[in-house]
């Protein structure tokens, strides 16, 4: 059983999903995803979500841009690297988690995007999903003083006077890489569970990504406002299908074979 432990409460259950954001069908796992021509959750962003992510003030919308560095988009992260893997869509975390499965699938470096988190967040004594103080070493804590009553943001400028900016980082950006490897079996047992072959993450991203390509490229050419519709993987192919009363013939059904 994979379940949430009262220490780690960025790892989940795959199996243990509600029906209406994750079914098993004929071998295929089904993930429902809605698309908005404009997101009213604060960030008003045009893109793709999975139903998981919907309410999670963490997530914006993404659409089919990859970016310089990963040859897939943050929707495809999403999906594959937080939720298939049986992490939270959101948090600190699980965030470190989802960026090493990002790393196993594409062979992109994760120090970057650690680094920013660390400088955008921690350094600012902002972690999402747990409590500060929970995130962070153990060796960092041992240096704080015992009931200082520093709020978070004081702790960090507590630590950056005594240690210098350069090494803190560098000890915050390690613990990064050492959460996110604590759950690579976490993620290797949850694709299993699903029926999905860990060997081909790298080609069911990339067969995700020429999907997402062909479908959010008809939504925004056809200026759809609003679309429900359900992504499958297996082994073997993904493939996009809508509920009935949003179907567009172009991209229902669409399919891509993995190699």
């Given amino acids: 059983m994979l379940l949430s432990s009262s220490g780690n409460k960025s790892f989940r259950n795959v199996t243990q999903y509600p029906s ?50 990963i040859n897939t988009s943050v929707f495809i992260h999403d999906i594959l690297d937080h939720f298939l893997s049986g992490f939270g869509v959101s948090g600190h975390r699980s965030e470190a988690m989802a960026l090493i499965q990002l790393s196993k699938r ?3 470096n994760p120090r970057p995007d650690y680094e920013q988190l660390v400088r955008e967040d921690i350094l600012n004594g902002m972690v999402n999903g747990e409590n ?11 240096m704080i003083p015992e009931h200082s009553g520093m709020t978070d943001k004081e702790m960090m400028v507590y630590l950056k006077e005594r240690l210098g900016e350069t090494d803190l980082i560098k ?34 991203g990339l067969s995700l990504q020429t999907l997402l390509e062909v479908i959010d490229r008809t939504v925004e050419k056809l200026g759809i406002k609003e679309l429900y ?10 493939t996009f299908n809508m509920r009935e009363d949003d179907i567009i013939n172009s991209i229902e059904g669409y399919r891509v074979t993995i190699a």
């Avoid at 103080?133 to 060796?139: E, I, Q």
Wanted: hydrophobic share 35%; net charge neutral.
């Fill in 132 to 142: 500060f103080s929970d995130f962070l070493p153990t060796n960092l804590i041992s």
């Fill in 20 to 69: 209406d954001l994750l079914q098993q069908v004929n071998g295929s796992v089904q993930v429902p995803v809605t698309y908005k021509k404009v997101w009213n959750d604060g960030f008003g962003a045009r893109g793709w979500k999975i139903n998981a992510t919907i309410g999670d003030p963490q997530i914006i919308a993404s659409t089919r841009e990859t970016g310089q560095r």
């Fill in 171 to 204: 000890t915050l950006v390690d613990n990064f890489f050492k959460l996110g490897e604590l759950g690579e079996n976490h993620a290797d047992e949850s694709w299993k569970m699903l029926g999905l072959d860990t060997k081909k993450r790298t080609n069911i």
């Fill in 229 to 238: 519709g359900t992504i499958s993987i297996n082994n073997r192919y993904v």
């Fill in 106 to 108: 594409t062979g992109s």
